[in-house]
T-cell receptor, first 114, second 115 residues
Framework: EADIYQTPRYLVIGTGKKITLECSQT?????MYWYQQDPGMELHLIHY???????EKGDLSSESTVSRIRTEHFPLTLESARPSHTSQYLC?????????????FGQGTRLTVV | AQKVTQAQTEISVVEKEDVTLDCVYE???????LFWYKQPPSGELVFLIRRNSFDEQNEISGRYSWNFQKSTSSFNFTITASQVVDSAVYFCALSEEGGSEKLVFGKGTKLTVNP
């Protein structure tokens, strides 16, 4: 069982609100990722980090921002939520420097903006 | 550019049937990694297998087996004697950067196993 946690699991929020989705892992992994999953199921990488103070944008443009102040914590923030942000957000982590590692995923946050 | 195609959007079978989920990938790199993940209704992605481009051996793990063919750029997944608990969305994914960095996912195949 993976030790990566996301909160909240479900969030319904009004347009214009600021929200932060939390992601924490206890495995000491340096690499962390955020994926956005469409209602049609496809997943796209929106942010990733290779360690503390390292953040990069992924393949899918996103209005969200991330920070990596501690190894175990990789929160995602939306300054002003809009209905187009309605989606599931999945956080993942993996080890650095191991050939046979895999990414461990959290259970996701299902965000609905009304 | 990388791309993963899972042409089967939904598959429905009766328990104990065998089922194969197709995955076709595109990449310009000679070194790459392929993955299968399972997403049950609870939402998390569960890792099933990782295969690098230099290892074309097929793999069997219990009722699961994978057929990797570089000649056709395919990495198909077969469940033998399917069970209701196998019902989930299955994703095939590709990474070009040595590990699980920046996975490119297919659109997923929703498998329903009926009793």
């Amino acid at each position: 069982e993976a030790d990566i946690y996301q909160t909240p699991r479900y969030l319904v929020i009004g347009t214009g609100k600021k929200i932060t989705l939390e992601c924490s892992q206890t495995m000491g992994h340096d690499k962390m990722y955020w994926y956005q999953q469409d209602p049609g199921m496809e997943l796209h990488l929106i942010h990733y980090s290779y360690g503390v103070n390292s953040t990069e944008k992924g393949d899918l443009s996103s209005e969200s921002t991330v920070s990596r102040i501690r190894t175990e914590h990789f929160p995602l923030t939306l300054e002003s939520a809009r209905p187009s942000h309605t989606s599931q957000y999945l956080c993942a982590s993996s080890e650095v420097g191991r050939e046979n590692t895999e990414a461990f995923f959290g259970q996701g946050t299902r965000l609905t903006v009304v | 550019a990388q791309k993963v195609t899972q042409a089967q959007t939904e598959i429905s079978v009766v328990e104990k049937e065998d089922v194969t989920l197709d995955c076709v990938y595109e990449t310009r790199d000679t070194t790459y990694y392929l993955f299968w993940y399972k997403q049950p209704p609870s939402g998390e992605l569960v890792f099933l297998i990782r295969r690098n481009s230099f290892d074309e051996q097929n793999e069997i793990s219990g009722r699961y087996s994978w057929n990797f063919q570089k000649s056709t750029s395919s990495f198909n997944f077969t469940i033998t004697a399917s069970q209701v608990v196998d019902s989930a969305v299955y994703f095939c994914a590709l990474s070009e950067e040595g590990g699980s960095e920046k996975l490119v996912f297919g659109k997923g195949t929703k498998l329903t196993v009926n009793p």
